[in-house]
């Protein structure tokens, strides 16, 4: 199984929208994805045109009570699990009573997915005991970023001092990708210049760029190879695709 | 009344078709339906009863005999295998070609067929394949044999340590060959002696290697200096003082062209193909560089992106200094050199030109090396990081040369229409004979894309003034000072060729007339300090251009019997052919093997004739008197706005033309009405003649200029970028091709919501950076978008040039492009160039003289087109992926 984890540096920088259109570009190159929410903002099901109303979702039948795993797929054959729509005693109720340090490892393996299948976390930018779980689980954590001096700010603290920094394994198999680049910006391109020397290697070599087709593509509840295939994020998405599957080959190979 | 609105096709009834009637009566509905859609695909839904019979005759049959899953692309399949015949207005010539086409398609282009008709053809291939590689046995295992041997040989030379005294093998060879050369045969003997060389050389030009090359090498100097030998000792018809007159001139020909030969092959036999030496990691060890880009009335916006690319090159900042060598004196020159940060160096008067503008800048500058680039020369950014590495190593070297490549056609490539298809005039020199001169550190300076060490260059008093080819005698005086040359065989910069032939061919008799002027003035096989390699490849380069007078009287050789019935060649006809057909065999595979890639075989014919006449009388007039001559400046980046064919400049061809024509004309009378035991030699000098007109027929289709409406040259590329449009979408695309202003670009057919006159910005990304640049759509057709730039800033201009021509890979794949020779194409192309030639002629001659020859071209065409035809890959499309 391979484990992705997408985190934002920061909530809005697209998180998201990201696990999304990856799960699906990864699907349209003939791999097994399944897509696991567990950002309480349950935003990752209008990706895949999921009814506003329904609130269905893994954390809320398990407050239910019911079967947990209650996994959606929609038109074009991708798997997801929704997080569902918890009001916030619900969701206090979710931490205090069902969460406990090995759930996530739990369900996972109570999925009993196929050693070549994609499982796509896509968790919060914030650190709780769901996060920390989905972080020590994954082979590779994709954190997005946008190229702003608040991102860049952000970043500097963080690599003073953060969870995921002082920890050598996860800094290990954490990766950073620039999201939301303004073309005609000078500045989001010196930002760019910046975060590079500033990440090295670290930094994917992919950008991806602010493109109106990427948020049309949400508007239609939908991913961008499908609403507009012939944009430029479309070849964005191929190429980190390709780059994370390579990556993944690479790290399997004895 | 119902007869009139049926014309006017108010309304016609719907009527069914004679051959669906036909069908449906023994066929299914769904036949039908299945014939109607071929019948759409191929003929277009028109009617037309011969076609559509032979459609029909082929759909029943493929009923029959096809599987239902071939029969659903059969009729894109006709298409494609019989490229020829236009399904909708079928003929009976037709017919023919489909038969003849079928032919071939069975036997010669099974291959593909069966890919096109994905059909298993392995069985019928297997045998065919079984036959042919039978008949081919003894062959393909002698030269396997050979080829094995001589990998071990020189493998084994390598490691070969023992110190061997040269002369006796020398001596040794020296007797052999005189016996192979001098021993006189009788006509069997002389059979099997050229029919044993004609196998050996077979046989070597299948194995790749220094060996074999050498081997075929020898091959030919054998045949010619046999026949060379052959013609002095029992040709010449003293008893006759018109064929000893006429004699004499030709053997000298010949001679001079045996002459070339043997340097040719000295020259070329070893291409040294160095490669760069890295630099030192550490940048402060680095040397200073000064880039002169010298100019005199070129356009400011080929001086800018030439100096933009010089300023962006990868090198020190503080050790880089650019200049502009202004012999215009132009103030917008000079404000445009401060506004981009370079330097601006001008002078008073105009004294020895080029040379003369480069010395007075070196007076006035102070970096330990210079670079040239003629002012449209634009240099990629890795050219010093490619190029300085040598001169840290080579603590001798004075010179560094690379390849001038040039992005525009040249006349010839324009006018024949050849352009990327085959390699040009220039291809050969700086492709191997360069890359041959190399070897015996004899490379010489070309005036630009080259760097010189200043020091060096001052101590031989800067560049030579003395001569119209200044470059290579500054070279020349380098050698004989002791200092070494290299060449960088890596396209590391690219100009404009000349635009015109009248211009070409003025820049050719400046080079001819220059080294003309060296040879006497400063001959590289007299004086001190030079390698015997190096005086024969400076003889080389000079005695070269010499060609001019040899040229002619080949094509004149062939009247004096015609004409005067003087046997220039007194000998039997079957003599004559068994010791001259060797002498052009070798030499072509020879020349076949060696330059391969870089020049086609037989094109060099019409190279050196469109020059003939031209260099003939400078050539002369400089050897007599070397001071004579001016320098002219090559005229680039001009417009041709209407195709006109240059009368002035063909006028000599023509006459030439008209004298062999005669001559033709002549043979015919002399086959006739001669007395019967000439007619070998009347044919011998037909043949020669009709040879002559096809040349000087490709030397006429060359002076047929064709139009050039751009003033900037677009270069093909092949580069994914991005549209972002103004409502912030981005559209990805494929860039096909830029130039200075403007890009040609490939989108998905899908894409429609483009207009003209939109504006978007273009993100195009070198090495990790992204660069936006402004444009405006100007184009827009079917998935190709043609888009200009607007409103550059100063930075977005560099910026420009450094994701377009100064990319360190711009010109990477230019030259591999071309296949390797094929001698027989290359004839089947030139060929084809001779007799356009003729039409072109045609075209401007009155109609009664031309009506007969139209008559007979048209019958050739048609000839050809019943012939069977190669089918190609069908072009692909454009995938974003």
Known sequence: MRVLCVQGLQAGVGGSTISANLARMLLELNQKVLVFDLNPNNLLRLHFNMDWQNSVGWALNLTQKKLWCAAFECEHGISFLPFGQLTYQTHQRLIVEYLDDNKLHYQLNSLDLSPETWLILNISSDINLLNKQALALSNFILRVFEPSVANLSLLINSMQSNYIVNDAELSNKSFFVINKLIPHSELDHEMTLVFKNLLLNKLLPINIHFDESIKEAFAHKTTVNIHAPTSTAVREFRTLAIWLMSYFNRLEQP | ?881
């Open chain 2, 1 to 881: 009344m119902i007869a009139t609105k049926k014309k006017k096709g108010v309304y016609s009834p719907i009527k069914t078709p004679l051959d669906v009637i036909l069908l449906s009566i023994i066929f299914q509905p769904l036949v039908i339906q299945e014939w109607r859609n071929f019948k759409k695909i191929l003929f277009n839904d028109r009617n037309q009863l011969f076609g559509t019979f032979a459609g029909l005759f082929i759909f029943i049959f493929m009923i029959l005999f096809c599987h239902e899953s071939q029969r659903e692309n059969a009729a894109i399949f006709l298409k494609k295998c019989f490229p020829h015949i236009n399904w909708i207005t079928l003929s009976f010539a037709d017919v023919i070609r489909f038969g003849l086409q079928s032919f071939w398609l069975m036997t010669i282009q099974t291959q593909t067929a069966s890919a096109a008709l994905s059909f298993d053809l392995k069985m019928i291939l297997n045998i065919f394949n079984l036959i042919t590689s039978f008949i081919f046995l003894p062959f393909t295992a002698i030269s396997k044999g050979f080829g094995f041997v001589l990998t071990k040989i020189e493998k084994a030379s390598e490691n070969y340590q023992d110190k061997f005294d040269p002369k006796y093998y020398l001596l040794g060879i020296f007797f052999l060959s005189m016996v192979c050369l001098t021993v006189p045969f009788n006509i069997s003997a002389q059979i099997a002696f050229i029919f044993m060389l004609w196998l050996v050389a077979m046989i070597a030009r299948t194995i790749t290697g220094n060996l074999p090359k050498l081997i075929l090498i020898s091959l030919s100097l054998t045949v010619s200096t046999r026949y060379l030998w052959w013609r002095y000792t029992s040709t010449l018809n003293i008893d006759s003082s018109v064929d000893i007159f006429f004699g004499v001139i030709l053997i000298c020909a010949e001679t001079y062209t045996w002459l070339i030969l043997l340097l040719g092959y000295f020259q070329t036999a070893w291409p040294l193909q160095r490669k760069p030496t890295p630099l030192p990691e550490d940048t402060t060890l680095w040397p200073s560089i000064d880039i002169f880009i010298p100019t005199y009335n070129e356009d400011l916006s080929i001086i800018k992106t030439t100096t933009l690319a010089a300023l962006s090159m990868d090198w020190p900042e503080y050790k880089l200094h650019v200049y502009i060598l202004d012999d215009g004196r132009r103030p917008e020159f000079g404000e445009f050199a401060k506004e981009v940060n370079a330097g601006y160096i001008t002078r008073d008067n105009n004294r020895h030109a080029k040379a003369g503008n480069i010395n007075q800048a070196l007076v006035k500058t102070n970096g330990e090396y210079v670079a040239i680039f003629d002012c449209d020369h634009i240099p990629v950014r890795s050219f010093l990081q490619m190029t300085m590495g040598w001169f840290l190593r080579d603590k001798k070297l004075a010179l560094i040369q690379t390849p001038h490549h040039f992005y525009s056609p040249d006349p010839f490539e324009r006018n024949i229409g050849n352009f990327k298809k085959t390699p040009n005039e220039n291809t050969l020199f700086y492709g191997v004979v360069q890359d041959g001169n190399d070897l015996w550190n004899a490379s010489f300076f070309c005036g630009s894309c080259a760097i010189l060490h200043r020091d060096r260059l001052l101590e031989v008093g800067g560049i030579a003034v003395e001569t119209v080819t200044e470059d290579a005698h500054t070279a020349l005086r380098l050698h004989r000072k002791g200092y070494t040359s290299a060449y960088i065989n890596v396209v590391q910069a690219a100009g404009l060729a000349t635009e015109t032939l009248s211009a070409h061919i003025g820049q050719r008799i400046r080079w001819a007339r220059g080294m003309a002027q060296i040879f006497r003035v400063d001959n590289p096989l007299l004086g001190k300090g030079l390698t015997i390699g190096q005086r024969l490849c400076y003889a080389n380069a000079m005695i070269h251009f010499l060609g001019g007078i040899p040229r002619l009287i080949f094509l004149l050789a062939p009247l004096g019997f015609l004409y005067f019935h003087s046997y220039l060649i007194y000998a039997p006809t079957t003599e004559i052919l068994l010791y001259a057909l060797p002498v052009i065999v070798h030499s072509s595979i020879a020349s076949s093997y060696m330059q391969g890639k870089y020049r086609y075989s037989f094109w060099a014919e019409i190279y050196e004739t469109v020059l003939a006449w031209y260099i003939a009388r400078p050539t002369t007039v400089a050897l007599i008197n070397p001071k004579i001559g001016t320098f002219n400046v090559t005229a680039k980046g001009g417009l041709i706005k209407d195709e006109f064919f240059d009368l002035t400049i063909s006028k000599p061809y023509l006459f030439l033309i008209v004298l062999n024509l005669l001559g033709i004309g002549a043979a015919i009378y002399r086959y006739f009405l001669g007395p019967d035991n000439e007619h070998g030699t009347v044919f011998i000098n037909f043949a020669w003649t009709a040879y002559n007109l096809l040349v000087l027929g490709g030397a006429i289709s060359v002076a047929q200029e064709t139009r050039q409406v751009r003033t900037q040259h677009r270069i093909e590329v092949d580069t994914i970028v991005s549209i972002r449009k103004k409502s912030g979408h981005l559209i990805c695309a494929k860039m096909e091709d830029y130039s200075g202003s403007g890009l040609g670009l490939r989108i998905d057919s899908n894409v429609l919501n483009f207009e003209r006159n939109e504006q978007v910005h273009i993100l195009i990304s070198r090495g990790n950076r992204e660069f936006v640049f402004p444009a405006r759509i100007t184009n827009v057709n079917k998935g190709f978008l043609g888009v200009l730039f607007e409103n550059f800033t100063k930075q977005q201009e560099l910026d420009y040039i450094q994701c377009t021509y100064s990319r360190s890979d711009a010109w990477a794949t230019w030259r591999t492009d071309f296949k390797q020779d094929k001698p027989l194409t290359s004839i089947k192309a030139i060929i084809g160039v001779g007799f356009h030639g003729y039409i072109v002629l045609a075209r401007t001659l009155p109609k009664f003289i031309t009506h007969p020859f139209l008559l007979l071209g048209m019958t050739i065409a048609f000839i050809r087109s019943l012939l069977p035809k190669n089918i190609s890959d069908t072009p692909t499309t454009f995938d974003v992926r």
